[in-house]
Nanobody, 115 residues
Framework: QVQLVESGGGLVQAGGSLTLSCAASRSIFSINYMGWYRQAPGSQRELVADIAPGGSVKSYADFVKGRFTISRDLTKNTMYLQMSSLKPEDTAVYYC????????WGQGTQVTVSS
C-alpha cells in the first residue's frame, strides 16, 4: 500500500502564498494521474488540480486557475502545489491522491487564509 503524506499548510493572510508538498512512499507519480484535492468544513472533497503521468499536462479547477501551480519531482517522489493570491475561501484541508482517488487518504494539511 502506498502512503501519502501532505505537508506545508499553515495560516496565511489573504493575498499570501504557500507551497504544499505530497510525499509518496513509492514511485507513483510517473504512472498515475495525480491530483490535489481539498475539503472545507461542511463541504465535499473537491479536485483542485491534477497532473498527467508525463508531467506536461496539467489542469486546474476554475476557482484556482491562474493562482495555483501543480508540479512534481520524480527524484524525490514528491508532488507540489504552489498557491498564491490566496483567498479566505481557499481555507480547507488539502490532500493528494491519484485521480480518480485510489489510495488511502492521508491526513492532509490544513490551509487557513485569514481576511
Amino acid at each position: 500500500q502506498v502512503q501519502l503524506v501532505e505537508s506545508g499548510g499553515g495560516l496565511v493572510q489573504a493575498g499570501g502564498s504557500l507551497t504544499l508538498s505530497c510525499a509518496a512512499s513509492r514511485s507513483i507519480f510517473s504512472i498515475n494521474y495525480m491530483g490535489w484535492y481539498r475539503q472545507a468544513p461542511g463541504s465535499q472533497r473537491e479536485l483542485v488540480a491534477d497532473i498527467a503521468p508525463g508531467g506536461s499536462v496539467k489542469s486546474y479547477a476554475d476557482f484556482v486557475k491562474g493562482r495555483f501551480t501543480i508540479s512534481r519531482d520524480l527524484t524525490k517522489n514528491t508532488m507540489y502545489l504552489q498557491m498564491s493570491s490566496l483567498k479566505p475561501e481557499d481555507t480547507a484541508v488539502y490532500y493528494c491522491n491519484t485521480r480518480p482517488a485510489f489510495y488511502t487518504w492521508g491526513q492532509g494539511t490544513q490551509v487557513t487564509v485569514s481576511s
